[in-house]
């Protein structure tokens, strides 16, 4: 009975760590407003429903906004994450170390 259990347990553990993969990767696209400002846009590979597909938002619920594209690098960068490339379709790739 005690196998069973604790290969249970071991079972539950791996499925558990599994799923919480840490994400590594993930691409950013920054959004001009009207008034010269950046907003960003970060998919990180997760489903997502599209209504749910908007700007990053402050703890305020407001859009975050970036004075120039160093401002969003310098927020990623805080962040923990690093600058890899520029892809084709205007997209910046971030990824976050091991």
Do not use: H
Request: hydrophobic residues 45%.
């Amino acid at each position: 009975m005690k196998k069973v259990f604790f290969i249970a347990i071991f079972l539950i553990v791996g499925i558990c760590l599994q799923a919480q993969q840490p994400v590594k990767y993930c691409t950013v696209s920054l959004i001009q407003n009207m008034n010269a400002d950046f907003t960003i846009m970060v998919d990180s590979g997760q489903k997502v429903p599209v209504s749910k597909n908007v700007p990053v938002k402050d703890s305020e619920g407001k859009n975050l906004k970036f004075e120039s594209e160093a401002g969003v690098f310098n927020w990623m960068f805080e962040r923990g994450w690093f600058y890899v490339n520029e892809l084709k379709n205007g997209k910046v790739l971030f990824k976050r170390p091991d």
